[in-house]
Each structure stands twice: as structure tokens, then as C-alpha cells.
């Protein structure tokens, strides 16, 4: 069913998410026929991992997959950091948040952060929705790539105005 590529497909590329099994659900874009697949052998991988599919209808697709638990969202919403370092002294900066999910997102700065990984951090931010509602999140720094920082949040659940959004 499957064969690995290595370059980005041309045409529509389709995300399967790997569950806590370490299975796959293909869904072919064609006739809507699914079947699950082992894909364990691909859950440590650090590169992007693209497969051609062809399913018993004949349709041959492409997928991309996905190795995050929640589904990120695209975002351009803009807000603010603040971090208490070792000193004890207070540091605030502006972020541009990118992409965010049920547990964490991902924010560029301006210039190389001075916290580190591990780092707990204050994000307040504007959501575009309707209200420009207001949400202040406590987060762990799980990585950061030059002015790239992705953040885990500490409370996962969301009833308030993120959950709506993140649910819309």
C-alpha cells in the first residue's frame, strides 16, 4: 500500500497522525475507503516522512506523517513573554506566534532568547477571533532553533476562549 518518497509530492499532500498505538488511518481522498497501518517504523525518525499510497480503488495519493500528538493550527497572532531567570531578574519580550495545538505552540522573537529549554515562560496573547479575546497561558520551553521557541503548555486542558478557538 505504501512506499516511501523523499521529495515534496506536486500534487495535494495528505497528513495521516500516528496514535498512541503507533498506527496510521489512510483515508484515500478518492472513494473515502480507510485502512489502518503499523507505522512504528517511522515514529523516531527525525526527517519528514512522505508515502505514496495506492489504494485497492486504483487512486494513487500522497501523505505526509504527522509524529505530533494535536493537530497545530497555522496562526499570526501576536502577544508577549515573560520569563524570571535564575537571577531572579524579570525579562519580557514580544512574540509572534506561528502555529499552536492543544499542548504547546510555536513563537519566533525578535532576537536570540535568553531563556533556555526547560525554561518556564508567561504567554499572554490576542486570539483573532471575533472577541480578540485575551489568553494567558504558563508554558515549558521544549525547544528552541535560533529565534524559534516551541513551548509545551502546563494546563492541556482548555475550556475557556483557547479551547474555543482551538475547536472551532
Given at each position: 500500500?505504501?512506499?516511501?518518497?523523499?521529495?515534496?509530492?506536486?500534487?495535494?499532500?495528505?497528513?495521516?497522525?500516528?496514535?498512541?498505538?503507533?498506527?496510521?488511518?489512510?483515508i484515500c481522498p478518492?472513494?473515502?475507503?480507510?485502512?489502518?497501518?503499523?507505522?512504528?517504523?517511522?515514529?523516531?525518525?527525525?526527517?519528514?516522512?512522505?508515502?505514496?499510497?495506492?489504494?485497492?480503488?486504483?487512486?494513487?495519493?500522497?501523505?505526509?506523517?504527522?509524529?505530533?500528538?494535536?493537530?497545530?493550527?497555522?496562526?499570526?497572532?501576536?502577544?508577549?513573554?515573560?520569563?524570571r531567570a535564575a537571577?531572579?531578574?524579570?525579562?519580557?519580550?514580544?512574540?509572534?506566534?506561528?502555529?499552536?495545538?492543544?499542548?504547546?505552540?510555536?513563537?519566533?522573537?525578535?532576537?536570540?532568547?535568553?531563556?533556555?529549554?526547560?525554561?518556564?515562560?508567561?504567554?499572554e496573547f490576542t486570539?483573532?477571533?471575533?472577541?480578540?479575546?485575551?489568553?494567558?497561558?504558563?508554558?515549558?520551553?521544549?525547544?528552541?532553533?535560533?529565534?524559534?521557541?516551541?513551548?509545551?503548555?502546563?494546563?492541556?486542558?482548555?475550556?475557556?476562549?483557547?479551547?474555543?478557538?482551538?475547536?472551532?
Open positions: 500500500m505504501t512506499t516511501p518518497t523523499t521529495h515534496p509530492p506536486a500534487e495535494e499532500e495528505h497528513r495521516v497522525f500516528i496514535n498512541d498505538r503507533g498506527e496510521g488511518t489512510f478518492s472513494c473515502d475507503k480507510g485502512v489502518i497501518r503499523d507505522l512504528n517504523a517511522f515514529t523516531n525518525t527525525d526527517s519528514a516522512v512522505r508515502l505514496k499510497c495506492t489504494c485497492s480503488c486504483g487512486n494513487v495519493y500522497r501523505v505526509l506523517i504527522e509524529r505530533r500528538r494535536h493537530f497545530r493550527q497555522h496562526a499570526k497572532l501576536v502577544g508577549m513573554f515573560s520569563h537571577t531572579g531578574q524579570p525579562t519580557k519580550g514580544l512574540v509572534k506566534i506561528l502555529d499552536i495545538s492543544r499542548s504547546g505552540l510555536k513563537f519566533s522573537v525578535n532576537s536570540m532568547p535568553e531563556f533556555e529549554v526547560g525554561s518556564k515562560l508567561t504567554l486570539l483573532d477571533d471575533k472577541d480578540r479575546s485575551q489568553v494567558q497561558e504558563v508554558c515549558t520551553v521544549r525547544r528552541i532553533q535560533s529565534n524559534i521557541v516551541g513551548v509545551e503548555f502546563e494546563n492541556l486542558d482548555h475550556y475557556g476562549k483557547l479551547g474555543q478557538y482551538l475547536f472551532r
